[in-house]
């Protein structure tokens, strides 16, 4: 009997891997990365980014199928409230509050591993 699964270990890697993923994608769409994984007590952002002068938070979901709303429609109002105070708390350490403009963004992942479809929603959530 195995007492320990590496499922969760499994799960986050893949987890990354998207994460890598949608950095690229967004790399390649325009956006200058500045930080990944940026983690405060407040909560984690995935991505951070900039959009000429705006400050992009982003959040990345993956789901296999659109089944029961898709990975966009996991980002919900409790996950979209810790995105944003994670958000104030970057632009305050950083010294950018209130000096720059911002937005949310989710770029939803589906699709299998070896075929993935992206949806990129800009100003996903304020």
């Not at 963004?105 to 959530?125: C, E, Q, T």
């Amino acid at each position: 009997m195995q007492l320990f699964s590496n499922q969760g270990t499994m799960k986050k890697q893949v987890g990354d891997q998207l994460e890598r993923y949608a950095e690229k994608f967004l790399g390649e769409n325009g956006l200058q990365i500045l930080e990944t994984n940026y983690l405060c007590k407040l909560g984690e952002i995935d991505i951070i980014a900039k959009d000429n002068s705006d400050y992009v938070f982003v959040e990345v979901r993956y789901r296999k199928s659109e089944a029961f709303g898709g990975a966009a429609a996991s980002v919900n109002r409790s996950k979209q409230s810790r995105i944003v105070k994670a958000a104030g708390s970057y632009l305050q350490t950083n010294k950018l509050a209130n000096r720059v403009s911002c937005r949310f963004d989710v770029v939803a992942i589906s699709g299998s591993l070896d075929r993935l479809d992206y949806n990129w929603i800009k100003a996903a959530f304020t």
